[in-house]
Nanobody
Framework: QVPLVESGGGTVPPGGSLTLSCAAQ??????????LNWVRQPPENPRELVAS???????YYKDSVKGRFTLSRDNGKDTVYLQMNNLKPEDTAIYYC?????????WGKGTLVTVSS
């Protein structure tokens, strides 16, 4: 069973919005991780960190998404969200959820976001 499951990807025109979700499954909880990351892999490019939220609530955003993307967590639903607004073609990528804590480094299978007119 995959411990982290992403959903919410799709195809939107430039300027559109999507909300990605990352849900924990099995005996893993979102609260297990000290850091929860959204990492994306654009076509024919390496993976890059997009946004992070720490257990303390501190967040980090890649410069190119600041002001457009918002990361939040709902401990009650054991889910982390990435709200993405004003999407651009360069945001096209597979988006992965990644949870890290001590010797844990878990990944979901990813969800595809395509921004195209």
């Amino acid at each position: 069973q995959v411990p982290l499951v992403e959903s919410g990807g799709g195809t939107v025109p430039p300027g559109g919005s999507l909300t990605l979700s990352c849900a924990a499954q099995g005996n893993i909880s979102i609260s297990t991780f000290s850091d929860l990351n959204w990492v994306r892999q654009p076509p024919e490019n390496p993976r890059e960190l997009v946004a992070s939220i720490m257990r303390t609530g501190i967040t980090y955003y890649k410069d190119s998404v600041k002001g457009r993307f918002t990361l939040s967590r709902d401990n009650g639903k054991d889910t982390v969200y990435l709200q993405m607004n004003n999407l651009k073609p360069e945001d096209t990528a597979i988006y992965y959820c990644n949870g890290v804590d001590d010797d844990l480094d878990l990944w979901g299978k990813g969800t595809l976001v395509t921004v195209s007119s």
